[in-house]
């Protein structure tokens, strides 16, 4: 027992010892002079209103509080000569002169908006989505903000959930590939550059796993399922570098994040070694009071103690801290250490050294929505799309054809840039109609709004918050479907551009009913009544309930909300210039009482032995246990062949590798690019395994008629999981591997791992 105390007093010494080693010297200095009133300013964020509405609450009194140093930090607020003003009161009005940190939501691009997140993890291609992060930096810098809360990096695997939208999807593995690219892109090697910023990863932690996908909701889950499958993209976001962190708004193990001390401080800081620093979701320390935990000032208290650093917006750590402190609920101590990381922050970004680096005012000019920047947009638009089904080889149609271009999404600028775009404007956005008219300008395109996006009136309204999503037109609907018919008769094709407006997904917009609204199925079946070759352009934030589309003789592409070149890169793939590449990363439900639905499942001990319904097996009466799409699908204009899918051994030591091989040949009459993917399924361990995981992907291009060998390689690393204790093991025993283009695959070999 003696020995065991001395090792922990040493290692607790030792610690203590390296953390003084680490302090920064003029952060130390600052502190040495502060008082309890300004550490604790430190920890306020605010934001002033009349800008980007993020929130239903804004901050009063901004500029005096600013001056009086109770601010640490403020969002809200753009432009080089707007927060100048505000730094300048900050820097020369206050005692210290600390500057302030200057946040925003950047989340899918600054003004050049890009695809939704779940969109550009649609790629598979983490070279690019790097590319996007690094000029939504670029551009959010050249406005003054170095401070952003992003990437999203929840887990989803409910569509009700309308933030699945801001996510790479339901899988791990590759919610950790994009997080690192995020990251890396928006940070760069160096945050004292003047075109990099603080990446703040969230919302920590299982906020995509809200209960009946209603957002803020309760969470309730197995620790052993948090760390298999949810916790690994917010581990990655840090491993890579992540210097913030946002608290969720949801509860763990029946306590908010925000005042969650296993979570901010056991987990996030002593398990992972995070040394950036935490802030609240916004107002969320407040909400505490409505969860059960008391009043202002003991749930601030609590997330202080809890080792959440900086309160967003509420106020709670500026009007209480102090009081806590005099009563002994708080120290001054904590305060410091909350104090210390924020102010390790602005040094790590060089604000100390020059507080207006961010802020010249020629930048915006040159480095704002630039060419170069609007053709990286197109590129990821495009690499986004998934085409989800062919039809008799309708796409890619003649740059000639008579279109008939229909539906409520065909000539709409406010829906294209998605959920989450505060800083973007609609009105620079690319419709489709316009792209086809760029893109194709001797095909005859006729236009008809067709439908509604949504005839409901109460649901419009719910949408519009931010702006006109859902505008209902004064034609009747009768009238407005006539004109598409009258269009289609005289066309070759059929293009319908329907689906979810902006705000049908995203933050407060969750639903239960994840079809396209009626109105548009109505235009859709109607219209597919014609005869004429027909192609569904499909827009949403979510996966979606397409079944009865699926069974109709059309094709469907879907494009996500494509962002400021929507419309050019749309006409890109309609028209041939570019083959669809893009596999989906969150399954796509039958029905929505299937839901969750996702590829990892477990086979339970009642395994279905096929789709069809077997008695006192694990399945339905109505419906198939499959999506309806699977995870890492996506088809092609040409068509992939995989043969010789093998590994280069049968055993795999724990010091060795093993190797994974197969030959895609493209077969069809198109250049094109496919997602190779790597799924392995352990068959026996101590904790009931899925049924498969990925391990590995890449994303190739194959001119018509080429091939290409494939190769991964796997280490024992590879194959570990968190067993019950919660240790990160690998056990022997028999693998199976499974390589091809979705997860909707069957095993190709096995091996086994020996130790």
């Known amino acids: 027992m003696k020995r065991t105390y001395l090792s922990i007093l040493c290692v607790a010494i030792f610690g203590i010892s390296m953390q003084a080693q680490d302090r920064i010297p003029e952060v130390e200095e600052i502190l040495a002079k502060m008082t309890l009133e300004e550490k604790i300013g430190q920890l306020n964020l605010v934001t002033p209103g009349g800008g980007v509405a993020t929130g239903a609450v804004v901050s009063k009194n901004v500029e005096d509080k600013i001056k009086q140093g109770k601010v640490g930090g403020l969002f809200g607020v753009s432009g080089p000569d707007k927060i100048r003003m505000a730094q300048e009161y900050a820097v020369n009005d206050t005692r210290l002169g600390i500057p302030l940190l200057i946040g925003s939501d950047v989340i899918h691009g600054y003004k050049t908006t890009f695809p939704i997140p779940l969109g550009t993890a649609s790629s598979w291609d983490m070279e690019l989505i790097k590319r996007t992060a690094e000029v939504a930096a670029k551009e959010a810098t050249a406005d003054g903000i170095n401070w952003n809360f992003s990437p999203m990096v929840d887990i989803a695997r409910d569509p009700r959930w309308g933030r699945i939208a801001e996510g790479a999807g339901e899988d791990p593995y590759l919610g950790s590939q994009i997080a690192k690219a995020m ?18 990863v969230k919302h920590f932690a299982l906020y995509g796993a809200a ?16 760390f298999n499958e949810y916790l690994p993209p917010y581990k990655a976001a840090l491993d890579a570098g992540a210097a913030s962190v946002m608290s969720s708004f949801n509860d763990v193990d029946g306590i908010p994040a925000s005042g969650n001390k296993w979570l901010l401080t056991e987990l996030l800081r002593e398990k992972w070694g995070f040394d950036g620093f935490v802030v609240s979701d916004y107002t969320s320390v407040n909400e505490m009071i409505a969860h059960g935990l008391g ?8 997330s202080l103690k809890a080792g959440l650093d900086m309160d967003m917006v509420g106020e709670g750590f500026l009007t209480t801290l102090g009081k806590s402190v005099e009563e002994g609920k708080v120290s001054e101590e904590e305060i410091t250490i909350a104090a210390r990381r924020i102010l390790e922050a602005k ?3 060089g604000l100390f050294d020059d507080p207006y680096k961010y802020l010249d005012s020629n930048r915006p000019a040159t480095d704002i929505l630039t060419k170069e920047h609007r053709t990286l947009a197109r590129e990821a638009a495009k690499g986004s799309f998934v085409l989800l089904k062919k039809h008799e080889d309708v796409l890619p149609i003649s740059k000639s054809a ?27 956005s ?7 008219k760029n893109v194709a300008p001797e095909a005859t395109i006729s236009y ?33 479907l006539k004109e598409a018919q009258d269009a289609a008769r005289n066309a070759d094709v059929i293009v319908a551009a329907v689906g979810e407006a902006t705000e049908m ?22 219209l597919a009544k014609i005869g004429k070759p027909m192609v569904l352009v499909l827009m949403s934030g979510r996966p979606l309930d397409i079944s009865e589309e699926m069974e109709l003789p059309v094709s469907i592409l879907q494009v996500w909300h494509p962002g400021v070149e929507a419309g050019n890169a749309i006409a890109d793939v309609v028209f041939g210039d570019y083959n669809p590449s893009g596999k989906i990363t969150a399954s796509w439900p039958r029905n929505v009482g299937q839901i969750p639905v996702y590829y990892s499942v477990k086979t339970t001990g009642r395994p279905a032995p096929s789709e069809e319904f077997a008695k006192f097996k694990t399945n339905y009466l109505d419906t198939k246990n499959s999506a309806l799409i699977p995870f890492g699908h996506g088809l092609s204009y040409t068509t992939f062949k995989y043969e010789n899918i093998k590994a280069n051994s049968n055993e795999l030591t724990s010091n060795g590798s093993i190797e994974f091989s197969a030959k895609i040949t493209n077969t069809g009459g198109f250049d094109g690019e496919e997602v190779v993917q790597l799924y392995l399924h352990d068959k026996v361990r101590s904790v009931t395994p899925p049924v498969k995981e990925l391990k590995g992907f890449q994303k190739i291009a194959l001119k018509k008629g080429e091939s290409k060998t494939v190769t991964f390689k796997i280490t024992e690393e590879d194959l570990k999981f968190y067993n019950s204790q919660l240790e990160f093991v690998a056990e022997p025993g028999e693998f199976e591997f499974f390589i091809g283009g979705s997860s909707a695959i069957e095993a190709a070999g096995s091996f086994t791992l020996k130790k």
Do not use: C
Not at 187 to 198: C, K, S, V
Not at 430 to 436: K, M, N, P, T, Y
Not at 505 to 526: L, N, W
């Open 183 to 200: 990251v890396e892109g928006y940070q760069g090697e160096d945050l004292a550059l003047p075109n990099t910023m603080i990446s703040t």
């Open 211 to 226: 209960e009946a996908g209603r957002d803020y909701n309760t969470v309730d889950m197995s620790r052993l399922r948090m």
């Open 295 to 302: 009043d202002l000032q003991a749930v601030s208290a609590l």
């Open 347 to 349: 040094h790590k970004l």
């Open 402 to 428: 008579k279109i008939a271009l229909v539906g409520p999404l065909a000539d709409n600028k406010n829906n294209m840039l998605g959920t989450w775009a505060p800083t973007g404007d609609p009105s620079l």
């Open 430 to 436: 690319v419709s489709i109609l316009e792209g086809f």
């Open 448 to 480: 008809a709004k067709a439908a509604n996006i949504s005839n409901d009136t109460s649901f419009a309204k719910k949408v519009n918050v931010f702006g006109p999503r859902i505008m209902i037109s004064e034609k009747s609907s009768e009238a407005m």
């Open 505 to 526: 997904s995203g933050e407060a917009a969750s639903r239960t009913d994840i079809k396209i609204p009626e109105s548009q199925k109505k235009m859709i079946r109607e």
